[in-house]
């Protein structure tokens, strides 16, 4: 018996990159959090300190920043692609490296050339991995607050000795979705790709009746998939954000579906992926 | 010498309410975070247990579910006074209510009827206090973000031996407004006011060229009050949200304003009041 | 009417200070989150955007770092009152200065000299302010977390058509302190004082039969006053952190006050002030 | 080509659960976050709404509730177990469950009997996954905040043209520790192997004159593995939480090694995995 290292990967976390575009003037504005991991051959670091295979984590956010400039910051995805390849390329000791971007909206305050107002808590997301001359990219969305005020019902479940669970054929149904989409390939017009499978889910979402929470997830996975060819699997996340409806039969009131208290915890957490049979391998795309 | 009790107050903090109003296929949705608190002749409670004057918390939170099926959810304003005068009126121990609630603004997901998305992390905001027959309101927003990539200063600043920083001509300007302000009555139409109020302060922000963060909440606050004559008073809190251009000379970049790191601690944070010289006396709005 | 300028204060929040004192193998160190707020005569920079009279926030920061060197971090209170005098006395339209520090501790990792591991989430906190020749300390402590399994009742309380809380006899008792006393003067050995208040309020929530909250937050308050002759004032804001007793009868099971719930929100707040009948008076202690 | 469900699972997240041990005058109290995740055939909720095979999450939170009353709540290890032999042999479409606990640890305040102090911000982390009669524990810790003043360098890295880190033979080591380990069998005395667990990373640390953190991680699980047979595999994902010794020259002081700047932003991340080589196949213990 020995002990040996296992898998490991380092790099530096949350750069806070906000790119300026002030080519004319009027700018815009690219706001970020790059994450950095790099995976390959640094068992002399952990083993016996040393680092002379090592790119400090320091210089990958300067690699970050120093991108920003010479290269631009595009898309996510593209930008995650630069810096990946970057790595791999640029340090024998690296031979794959994970870059993990979120990106946050801003809007122009009316026409304003150089003033901006935050967009909303709704996150865009991007993980490239890049692994010797493979590549893959997976795209996503954090925090999508969603909610159905009617057009849900959650019935002819399971009932064992422990379920006091009244069915309902009318509940509110909200949750804040983390949405992740797996492309097959990189030859992806990122933006337009991104705003459709947001417009795509929020339809879902919308126009789905709503037996479970999981048949919504399901519903949103398959909008996904069958529109856009270039998607092959989609990885869904959903708490489910209770409401509660009030008892106001103590008050001589009734509560039709009006008044609910939101709770906090515990949440139901459901998880699904929605892929196609002949997807192909998804490799470390979501390690 | 002897040992008194102060000051107290005592409420529920936080009830998460949502009002659903289906009183048409076309839902309609009001999302608040109410918290009461009540203020009087709570000494024994204090002093010897003794709970015989003190309506439980419990009861507080009732009502406020309670008030929202029998009185409606209309703007936070409204509600708030609602209940303010409901505690003041109906508790002979209570002294004083002040009502607090963040409202929490939802779009319609297209033309749906019953489905929803959570616009963003900016909150709308009321504290309502009712001290027997005088009312006090102020409305507000918090987490309000905004960003100017250009148009703002800081020079001609007092130095002392441990200044350091250079004067700059150009940097960007981001902060997370906290906004309140004091009306002078109640006759106000509380939804196009706030609307109103929401616009003046990002046009304000967006135009002014700024020589400093305060600079730009006076220009804030003054733009409110001078075109709101119900409105006596603004109080603004503005953390300093600094995006420090990163050098990029080692990398043989330069770097015109084009590549921030934005930062999280430390943060200036500006705090100011404007008002009218003739406002009426605050009283307890604000405690 | 005219439009004029009220309070206005500014200043770096939360420099993150880390002070290691390595005078001997055996190293100490302090661990604080340091603001810095500045009043006085700074109506140009508003009005007019002049900062000639602006001691930057970034000089604040710097002054913080470099005292930390040149004076030592003694105890929090200590600190701040360096800074403050500095502030007001060095700045001729610098009227006051309040500065709040937040103190982290560390306990050492066996014996070892230069190993550390965090004690907890309380915090201690110091907030002084110095305004020309008088100086406050409010010292305190924040996120204290105490909970009674038992020894807390809730009864006799006020009823009216909202209420249905039934009266307990016997409950869990939860709450996370947040406590603040005023010093009369200064001439305080401020460890000490702190090591006593905090156990001074512990033993005072563990011994008291609890009716209420409200009734624990006296007892504490008054604990204080009592063996502190130093401190004339206390504050304390205790959120109630409701543990529901889980309904287990559906399952067959009783529950004589073993299985709790530990809700989020809402959630009761409770405030209160305890003071000596002859306290001087707070003057800008507070704000 | 066809869009297919891949894998999916749900649960109830966050069972807030408090359970006082009260049958004597002196009282035990256990503090934990259960969420309970099941996996197994549930298509036919995704695809078509049907429920028939679901046990609600409503269901699985009654549960853990119900369990701490009849079974009592032991080491989060064994209580997990219990939940997750519940939730697989009692439903028959459930194929595998996966309990994740963390427990909150309360000092008790002096020798009083039924009052008790939250012991600190660290959590002490359980996941058991239950699939047929195969068991799987992997236990852990989280939020471990650690710091070493001296005994740490990092320097002989990898030199690129974005590298413009200095070397350093002395610097603050500091970092948030999320540690877990896998367990061979289940045959273990849960609790003195926690406290025996944590004891031997805090030594590893504490005595590690470290060259990176990589080597302080790899020291800390070697140091597990070497003392405890029945643990197989480690991982530790450390945040470098950067120190960054301040300037002060422009002040016309030294700083060797004495005042630092905590910062918060970017920060390293390293993960690493410690393993014996002849460690069983982890199955779907980290999934």
Redesign the interface.
């Known amino acids: ?22 080519d004319t003037q009027r ?1 815009e ?1 690219r ?1 970020l959090n790059v ?1 950095t ?1 790099l995976r390959g051959d ?1 068992a002399a ?15 990958q ?3 970050v ?2 991108f ?3 290269h631009g910051v595009g898309e996510p995805e593209e930008f995650g692609l630069l810096l990946g390849r970057h790595f791999v390329a ?2 024998e ?1 690296v031979e794959s490296a994970r870059i993990a971007i979120e990106e946050f909206g ?1 809007d122009r ?2 026409e ?1 050339d ?9 996150v865009r997301t991007a993980v490239v991995t890049v692994s010797g001359s493979d590549e893959w990219v997976v795209s996503g969305l954090a925090d ?8 849900s019902e ?12 009244p069915e309902t054929r009318d509940r ?1 149904l909200a949750t804040a979705l983390t949405v992740q989409w797996r492309y097959a390939h990189i030859e992806v017009d990122w933006a337009p790709a991104y705003d459709d499978v947001r417009r795509l889910l ?2 879902a ?3 789905t009746h ?3 929470l ?2 919504s ?2 519903a949103m ?2 909008a996904v ?2 529109a856009r060819p270039e998607i092959v ?1 989609v ?1 869904l996340v959903a ?2 954000k209770h ?1 509660f409806a ?1 008892d ?1 039969a ?2 001589g ?1 009734d ?24 997807a192909p391998d998804p490799g470390p795309a979501w390690l």
């Open positions: 018996m020995g002990i040996v290292l296992g898998p490991t990967q380092y790099g530096k976390a949350e750069c806070r990159l906000v790119r300026i575009v002030r700018h504005i706001d994450s991991a640094f670091a952990h083993i016996s300190g040393d680092q002379s295979r090592v790119l400090p984590t320091d210089t956010k300067n690699t920043y120093a920003a400039k010479s640029g340090t000791s801003w305050i009316g304003h150089h003033s901006f107002v935050r967009r909303g808590q709704e999508l607050v969603v909610l159905k005020s009617t057009g959650f019935a002819g479940f399971l009932v064992d000795e422990y379920t006091t669970l509110v929020l339809r979402f919308a126009e709503s037996f479970a999981q048949q997830l399901y996975g398959s998939l069958e699997e990885r708490p489910n409401h009030v106001l103590p008050f009131l509560n039709p579906g009006e008044i609910f208290h939101a709770a906090d915890r515990p949440y139901g957490l459901i998880e699904a992926t929605v892929t196609r049979d002949d």
